[in-house]
């Protein structure tokens, strides 16, 4: 129960305990049946000393709860340009799956910052869902505008056959559709050959990323590895 105790006390902020359980020879790294570690727990809950002082111990920056988040995800997630900049400091794998989230959020510096980094800008996860997908769904203008200008690739399809074009225009964001236009884009309807097998972007599954008793359990049944918190 240590180990749990571990990832409660990142969870809640509390920094002396995480220090005590720590010298007493705890395993930063320790998982909870989620798959979060006390550091992704701690970034989630923007715990910002803890997370300092887990990332200066040692902690693992990569660790992968069973839905696939991860440190930096939850940071993008959140726009915390602090935390993420800390673990690009540290040496983070890149995540374009990071960039996904960021964007779904309309967290414009954290979609830049993680741009800059490398992640790929037309990165589609397994739905086929775009940056500039999820951004155009949620009507985050700004973010629109800055991935069309780093080039993302407005003609991209996901699984249903729509495109960022064709997803503004369902949701009625004109000034998305407007901006999508002067791009290049074009309203057309999806292919015939195209199955409506995907979720719109909004409807996307959360990940549960802490399994302690107050805390919802956000898994659907169709989560995979590769797809998370899309979802409000």
Known sequence: ??????????????????????????????????????????????????????????????????????????AAENGNLTMIN??????????????????????????????????????????????????AKSGSLDVVKYLIEEGANISLRDRNGDTAMMIANENDHDDVVLVLKRAGAITESKPKKEKNTAPAPEDEEEEEIDDTPDVEDLVSDEQAPDEIDLDD
């Open 86 to 135: 800390q673990l690009f400091e540290k040496g983070v794998n890149v995540s374009s799956l990071a960039l996904i989230v960021a964007a779904r959020k309309g967290n414009l510096e954290a979609v830049q910052l993680l741009t800059e980094k490398g992640a790929d800008i037309d990165f589609q996860q397994r739905w086929g869902h775009t940056a500039l997908m999820v951004a």
């Open 1 to 74: 129960m240590e180990s749990q105790d571990l990832i409660i006390a990142a969870k809640e902020g509390n920094l002396e305990t995480v220090k005590k359980l720590h010298k007493e020879g705890i395993d930063l790294n320790t998982i909870n049946s989620s798959g979060a570690s006390a550091l992704i727990v701690a970034v989630e809950k923007e715990q910002e000393e803890v997370v300092s002082y887990l990332i200066k111990a040692g902690a693992d920056l990569n660790i992968e709860t069973k839905m696939g988040g991860t440190a930096l995800t939850r």
